[in-house]
């Protein structure tokens, strides 16, 4: 039985960032190379959308692209519909890049991600003059047809990192100027790539400003870790006994370490060290001892910069002292499955103190856990619970989760046993 963590490791490239970089580089002009591509099923998606669309790609070694741009506007019009499969990201960042093009596509994804809103993309695009049709649900298959577009002022109903990247990528090619405003901050790897590439665009607060852009310089990129999948191999690391590990070349960006403020607020033992910027992008290493967790609040914490971790955390609550509440977590009930019932399902059928008050979990710890009796329902992030339940109550992983998984941490077993001692 494994009894702790130890070592250092080195994570795939973050999913976030790689979808962008590959987005990007597709209109850009020239030869663009990107290094440590995320491997996920999902990256695969975007990477075949951009082939059909006319984007010659190669891959010269494992997780590295050369990607030829062909400007803006110049995508040729696919032959069959663009599968998306179960990236929400492929599909709503390429509706922005596609809204305002000389084709049309189609595109579509899997059970799942035609059960996932669309219009709260579609409908600021046909503010801007985009021509979007959903199905009656407001969900995919949808049909874009590229217009003339205008530039537009709209303030975001929901805090969502992929309408406000959609819109972005829409007004690139839009004429005049475009403002966004968001409830809340939210991931902003597209305005940090975009920065580096010299797109005129500026933020305040939750404002983003941008006009029109020219041309999209080629580039080469180098990608950070994943900080999300991070969250799964931190955890162990926190709660198993005598365990210490490092993670090397990660993403750290603030607008996704939400979930690394709220366990050092619990206790955790969580260290950074902030070594380079990359495209804009805050790169650094991670230091992780086995802690002693209490609860603590998290509400003042904009729910953006955790949202895929509150898995992670919802299991952390259930090993602290005391109640904890995770408050505002409505999105969940959107993501890959309804991931906010399915932390309640899976870890209480693990032994966990856990319900849910309208959009809140609330967990009472410490409870002892053993490996829950319930499966993950195709959801990558909670097929990790679901093995990082079983590692921290077994000492060891079950490996039936790789399809799951794949989605977005391939790697997720080879890593994880490269560093259980």
């Not at 490791?9 to 970089?21: C, E, F, M, Q, T």
């Not at 035609?114 to 049909?143: Q, S």
């Not at 856990?354 to 959009?359: H, N, S």
Request: aromatic content about 2%.
């Amino acid at each position: 039985m494994a009894q702790l963590l130890r070592g250092r490791v080195n994570l795939p490239g973050d999913k976030s960032i790689s979808h962008r970089a590959v987005l990007l580089s597709s209109i850009s002009e020239g030869n663009c190379t990107i290094r440590n591509l995320a491997t996920g099923k999902d990256l695969g998606s975007t990477v075949d959308a951009v082939r059909q669309l006319g984007v010659e790609i190669s891959e010269s070694e494992p997780s590295v692209l050369q990607i030829s741009g062909v400007g803006m506007n110049n995508f040729v019009k696919p032959e069959g519909k663009l599968n998306c499969g179960n990236a929400g990201t492929s599909l709503r960042l390429l509706l922005g890049l596609l809204a305002g093009s000389n084709i049309s596509a189609k595109l579509d994804g899997d059970s799942s991600l035609r059960k996932r809103p669309v219009n709260r993309v579609a409908i600021p695009l046909r503010h801007m003059g985009a021509d979007i049709e959903t199905t009656d649900r407001g969900t995919c298959p949808v049909t874009v047809i590229g217009k003339r577009l205008s530039g537009i002022g709209y303030a975001l109903p929901v805090a969502s990192a992929q309408v406000k990247s959609a819109i972005l990528l829409a007004a690139l090619s839009a004429s005049g100027e475009t403002e966004i405003v968001e409830p809340t901050p939210t991931r902003d790897h597209t305005e940090r790539m975009l920065i580096s590439l010299g797109v005129p665009l500026t933020t305040s607060d939750c404002t983003v400003s941008t006009g029109p852009a020219s041309r999209i310089p080629a580039f080469d990129i180098d990608i950070p870790g994943d900080i999300s999948s991070a969250a799964f191999v931190v955890l162990p690391a926190l709660l198993l006994p005598n365990s210490e590990i490092v993670l090397e070349n990660v993403c750290l960006n603030p607008t996704r370490c939400g979930y690394l403020q709220i366990l050092r607020r619990m206790g955790a033992d969580i260290a950074t060290d902030e070594i380079a910027i990359k495209r804009g992008e805050p790169v650094g290493k991670l230091f992780v001892r086995a802690s002693r967790m209490h609860s603590s609040r998290c509400d003042d914490i904009p729910v953006a910069t955790f949202i895929d971790e509150v898995p992670i955390l919802a299991l952390a609550a259930t090993q602290a002292d005391g109640v904890t509440r995770i408050s505002r977590l409505g999105e969940l009930r959107v993501k890959e499955s309804d991931r906010l019932s399915g932390i309640v399902t899976v870890l209480g059928s693990a032994g966990a103190k856990i319900q849910v008050e309208e959009d809140d979990l609330v967990i009472c710890g410490p409870t002892k856990l053993f490996p829950p009796d319930v499966g993950p329902q195709h959801d990558h992030r909670m097929a990790m619970l679901v093995e990082t339940i079983n590692l921290i109550s077994e000492g060891q992983l079950t490996d039936s989760y790789a399809d799951a998984i794949s989605i977005s941490f391939p790697e997720y077993y080879e890593v994880m046993k490269s560093l259980l001692d």
